[in-house]
């Protein structure tokens, strides 16, 4: 199996391009995110067409970026449009593979596949990152060295956080909660409703009405490829879920190649807005969370499966909680297989 | 080749594993080596049934190891007991490799082959690590980068100490040595006696009486598959070695993989048997000797001889101290062609 | 591809082996690079007959060097001279590979072909590296992991100054150069002259004169396999390259592997020549010039290569100042394939 191409993958938070040009592995490609000096972000491949240095350790000189070797400037397209030496004629071949990109709720998305397919309108919706009336967020990235589809597992059975995630647990455990499973279209929703528990968790820490229980959720959407809506909050008991504390995530995940990929999270809130301090603690926490009890487990979970990508060919054991990922490998599956379908229609005509 | 299964190996040593469980690599195979809350040292497969996580990651709970990621548990028999999910039913397939595990003089055993024929009655002997009233011991671990055997047969051929050990060196060089060689049944017996030299090496820092010379010996003796019993000491020249310092060693080798290798040591005093820092400072000494000498030297080869495990292939040129270790070899070589006889005669009836 | 043979590669700066031995790759080859008691230089196999421990953990004797492991020694043409074990014999396939060798110019050299070929004659001559009266030389040494061609590349084509080192940009860029190419039989010679330029890089550090603007020259000549001499220099406007700033510098390549390279390196100067902060300075610009700015850049191409070892197989772009190193390339693999087509001839007589 390989992957979706024709899907926006977030490619860079946009805190990670600012002057300097940023080099990362993509879906198996090598590509340089830059931003020219108006600001508009680019994605090329991050190898000069004449003596394959690194675009990446050059720089960006108007709307192009200069290569550090021996000066050649690509436009976002991937034309070279300078070549400042001997005559100045710009070679025919001299060009790299450009990708359409967009900046978009705080994240660089990049469009793998087809370019005439891009259409911006299909980047999953974050509306709270885009809401400074009522939220702010914080972003995150993370290294993985794992398959990417090992990191939505994890995200869409949200159990695990009763062993891994001392922080978080609760009263009661997984039996107390309510979890509902449906899947829209081609996405998958995995719910955990938490009525009536004690304070705890992230919700806990921005909680500050005197009640010591409240209602909480724990909402997973995952939308294929791998980009995932994450609806946490707590309200007064039997409120509104449109009141209380609102902390919704952003989850997106991008392979580097079928053994490593990319993890950009952000954590919005509806309170202490303003209070950087706050800010910077919440990206502590879940920073440290994530790096350090679910990226060792999912790693651990790579190396004990060895050069296989796909858990499903090694025949895990499953159990009730396992469904809604295997729902969605079994959508991403299908996608990807009537993708490949296309394309070699299209070949063939 | 491949290894002898059905043969006790050390896993750990006991002081290894306390309350956390140990991941380790053993023959190939990824096992988790833990303690329960009675004391009793389990070993089975590092990896859960259900997702694949370490279960080293995990925790103990009760006689059973808990999975870290979904709190599913598994007995020391591999067969998972609990699973907390939805009904709690555990499923036909929820269970994991157990191995026969055994502890004694200090290490914990293990046997990687049929269990029906582990015998905890073949496990080698060493009884100065249980004779308190005699011996006091030292003990220590070293992972090397190498093949089994490279180790198995730098401790076969104790003339490397002249070149490799300046501290071990002694009057006379190799020449002052009376060789003695012979095999027992499946063992091989090399004997390095040195009648009345200069006091030096171990014994001699252990060697209190005024004789500035006494009779010296490095007597190993190798168990198959590689498990070695060294009888190390000095006595009054004449003396019988019933007396003097005695450092009875245990030395034992067990394969991680074909490339690389666990090495278990431990040395018995029965001198200073209760002066706690006389320990640590035996201790001190074998494990830098080893670590900074032996281990440098052993892991030069293996990258010497790239991806060949058995050196052997390689045609080494042969000289006349090798001979112990080139039979132990020989008698590991058909150990193992007729095991492996023997279960593809068992799987054909 | 592979290396050509015939011919002499640098393996070592002489100031590298002094009492110690030194281990490195060479060709594809582990060689041990000692000097003798006398101080004569001998390259052998890096890999005892023995057991395969690596010699250069050994130490010089005499004329030898020991094996580290048993005390097995070995002259320079790699035969075992010395077997201390048992009855002293020495087996007859007791001998490792020796290589012809040769200290010149402050470099150690050797040639990994045929040794009845091996002329010391046909070493590049570096006369400023012996002539004391005129000159003094700083060495360096660098491991680069990438394909030796790409450094003879980079400096075939010094266009790349103006882009990669900021320190040697001068006014008026490349357009500023005169540049000059021609072969001379199995050499290529690619010049680059800069009349009435203003003062800038190297030459402009040891330039001492009232004049803010002269002439200078970057002249590079390439000899198979990989060896250049660079005459780098600036006079007063209009005069003579036999006066002015006198900057000649040797810049040897040798392959490790077809992935990884030593560059061995060697700046003289006629000025300040006794001047021993000078000299460290000088060194300290070189070395880090080259480790901080070129070296990354050529293992960006090498990385973005892949597996790849000749660029020309994946089609780079070309552009003008790309000529001298392309020709150098066609040279040196007609080189390869004239001595391979010998070697078979030979075989089949």
Known sequence: MTYLRNAWYAAALSTEVVETPLARQLLDENVVIFRTETGVAGAIEDRCSHRFAQLSMGKVRGETIECGYHGLRYGRDGQCVLNPHGNKAIPNNAHVKGYPV??????????????????????????????????????????VAGNYQLVVDNL???????????????????????????????????????????KHGLHGHFWTAPSTHYDARSNMRWMPPSNMNFDLGATECGASINEGVK?????????????????????????????????????????????????????????????????????????????????????????????????KAAAAE
Request: charged share 25%; aromatic share 10%; with cysteine.
């Open 247 to 343: 902390l919704p995530n952003a989850h997106l995940v991008t392979p580097a190649t079928e053994m490593r990929c990319h993890y950009f999270w952000s954590v919005a809130r509806n309170c202490r807005v303003n209070d950087e301090e706050a800010g910077r603690k919440l990206y502590e926490i879940v920073q440290r969370i994530f790096s350090t009890e679910d990226i060792p487990m999912i790693e651990a979970q790579q190396r004990n499966m060895g050069a296989v990508t796909d858990i499903m060919a090694l025949r895990p054991v499953s159990i009730e909680p396992d469904i809604p990922a295997v729902r969605a490998r079994r959508i991403l599956a299908e996608l990807i297989r009537a993708e490949q379908g296309e394309t």
């Open 156 to 198: 869409l059975d949200l159990s695990h956080v009763e062993w891994l995630h001392p922080m978080f647990q609760q009263e009661g455990g997984v039996d107390a909660h309510r979890t509902e499973f449906f899947v829209e279209g081609h996405e998958v929703v995995a719910n955990r409703w938490k009525p009536n528990v004690k």
């Open 102 to 143: 967009h900046e978009r709720y705080g994240f660089i998305w990049f469009w793998p596949g087809e370019p005439a397919l891009a259409d911006v309108a299909k980047i999953p919706a974050f509306p709270f990152n885009e809401s400074p009336d009522e939220f702010s967020a914080v972003y995150g990235y993370l290294d």
